[in-house]
């Protein structure tokens, strides 16, 4: 909820001395891209430019900008597009806007040669140590402000999490951090993942935590301690599915309210699509389904399920499609085998009856559900040549 009193007058500090709003980002993966899916990295450049844009505009009072982590996807990033990065994080401190940051897993601290170490970031602040220690304690706007980070090292990091503990000073106390919660469903913790539990993070003392490296928006309250992922602002791959968000947090006091601000992206989607629900007549009915459904996404990963009324060609399907999305990829997990177009078909005194019978009869008798879904598979493509060839 945005304090409309406080958006009216953005400059009274005096009158409005609690209120402080930032920005939380992380996982922008600056050079980025993945031609299978038509992505590339001008996607992951604009979507970091839309942010920089957001957080300038007066209008959206943002004072304090986070970056937890994997601001670029290798530790040793083109001169060009560190100098891109360097530009907007510059216009950013310039004009007067704090920025806090930590290396990820991608751009990590330990590599030899990390971009952290080679590139001078004028005016922001990286917090590089390899555990929580003293927190950065930086005085803005009337407001204390202290930022608890660290950079993971798998080589130099010992005790990571023993000094996150908010120290007696009065403040607003934030931690950064690029880790994994324990207990999320999307990713398996990994050797070089950081795992931290919400009970330890409960403990910190800390009025928000910011995380960096699930690349879903997620929010959890560890006990009152607000822990946010704001996610990726492009998706990069199938599973971070639907729209982007950045994290706008607003301090009253201590106490942080987030808010998810939808980003500009090329929108990855999945679904499944169950052919027995929609009794669909034609590729060209099926096609305008698809279309009408997934309006706002680009890229998209359709599964055929259920038991199909007929038999499509999902060659024309995907050439129909592929002309309304920037990606298009569609699996057919559809049934056949018991479906009553089949059996129809098996009836026929014909080369095709005779074919169909065959197949049925081999299905009948399939050591596994692999052979079975090739036999499937096999039938399928059959009877659309069969089916074009009537045609
Ligand atoms: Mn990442």
Known sequence: ????????????????????????????????????????????????????????????DVQIILICGDLFHTYAPPPDL???????????????????LIPGTHDGFGYPGCVYKRESLPGIHIITQPAFTEPLRIDHQDQQLFFYGMAYDSVRTRNPFAGLKRC????IHIALLHGSIEGNPEWKIRKQDLPISLERLKDSG?????????HNFAEYDANGVKVVYPGTLQGMKFGENGPRYMAV????GSR??????????????????????????????????????HMNTQILRIRLKGVAGQLFDLDKIAGSLRALFSYIEIIDESQIYDSSFLDSLKEERTIRGNFVREMLRRFQVAPSDKTRALIQEALKLTLIKFQNKQE
């Open 1 to 60: 909820m945005i304090n409309t009193t406080f958006k009216k007058h953005p400059f009274k500090w005096e009158i409005f001395e609690m209120a402080i709003r930032l920005l939380h980002l992380s996982d922008l993966h600056l050079g980025y891209s993945n031609p299978n899916l038509r992505l590339e990295s001008a996607d992951f450049t604009k979507a970091f430019g839309e942010a920089v844009r957001y957080a300038l505009e007066p209008s959206n």
């Open 82 to 100: 560190a100098g891109f990065a360097r530009t907007h994080l510059k216009s950013l401190t310039d004009s007067g806007r704090l920025v806090v």
């Open 168 to 171: 007696s000073a009065e403040g």
């Open 206 to 214: 800390m009025d928000y935590v910011a995380m960096g490296h699930y």
């Open 249 to 252: 947090v607003d301090f009253h």
């Open 256 to 293: 942080p309210q987030v808010q998810k601000i939808p980003v500009k992206a090329r929108i990855i989607g999945e679904a499944n699509l169950d052919l027995q629900q929609y009794p669909f007549e034609s590729e060209d009915q099926l096609v305008d389904h698809i279309q009408n459904k």
